[in-house]
């Protein structure tokens, strides 16, 4: 149980155009996702929590109308990269937690999307 | 923000057990100590998390001073498999929110 899909595993896209992620809690209700970015041999850095129905909380430097987060139901997240440029060609990671567990038990990721904008 | 130190890199032999220690003296009491493991273009899979007694599950051991300033993830026997990049990762309560904020990591190499 527990498992996090994300869609595209991996998208080349023109640079201005927008792309959009899905993150899924494909056998739980996930209360909360994050999403994640990690630039190749760097860290993850946690860009934003989303909350099922309400607006997501960005991180500091994060630019939220270039990175909309949509959280419509309890299964599903969306990130769109609006106006995509090469330097937002990164590894995008999305993560939930399970709805009723407690805030800090762990947190599922999902497998991750390689964005390349040329 | 409360944050972790741990080496950049360590290396072991298949078999034999390994433990990846990390450094935390700004821990407060409420933050959760979390392991979690990323293998190459993947996303981090959950190891272990705890509070103040040493946990144990299928993939580790989490032993945690007394002080709660350090931890150690102890892999008792590594296979080639458990070659990964291993985040202690402190889970924080900020602002009524509870969230990881990742750290650079120990990599981890088995050696056959």
């Known amino acids: 149980g527990a498992v996090v899909s994300q869609h595209p595993s991996w998208v080349i896209c023109k640079s201005g155009t927008s792309v959009k992620i899905e993150c899924r809690s494909l056998?739980?209700?996930?209360?909360?996702m994050f999403w994640y970015r990690q630039f190749p041999k760097q860290s993850l850095m946690l860009m934003a929590t989303?909350?099922?129905?309400?607006?997501?909380?960005?991180e500091q430097g994060v630019e939220k109308d270039k990175f909309l987060i949509n959280h419509a139901s309890l299964t599903l997240s969306t990130l769109t990269v609006t106006s995509a440029h090469p330097e937002d060609s990164s590894f995008y990671i999305c993560?939930?937690?399970?709805?009723?567990?407690?805030?800090?038990?762990?947190?599922?990721f999902g497998p991750g999307t390689r964005l390349t904008v040329l | 923000d409360a944050k972790t130190t741990q080496p950049n890199s360590m290396e072991s032999n298949e078999e034999e057990p390994v433990h990846l220690p990390c450094n935390h003296s700004t821990i407060s009491g409420t933050d959760y100590i979390h392991w979690y493991r990323q293998l190459p273009s993947q996303g981090p899979e959950y190891v272990i998390h705890g509070l103040t007694s040493n946990v144990n599950n299928r993939m580790a051991s989490l032993a945690i001073a007394e002080d709660r300033k350090s931890s150690t993830l102890i892999l008792h026997r590594a296979t080639l498999r458990d070659a990964a990049v291993y985040y202690c990762?402190?889970?924080?309560?900020?602002?009524?929110?509870?969230?990881?904020?990742f750290g650079q990591g120990t990599r981890l190499t088995i050696n056959p």
């Open positions: 993560s939930a937690r399970r709805r009723g567990q407690p805030p800090y038990n762990e947190q599922f």
């Open positions: 056998d739980f209700q996930a209360t909360t």
């Open positions: 989303s909350n099922e129905g309400s607006k997501a909380t960005y």
């Open positions: 990762i402190l889970n924080l309560a900020i602002q009524g929110a509870q969230k990881l904020v």
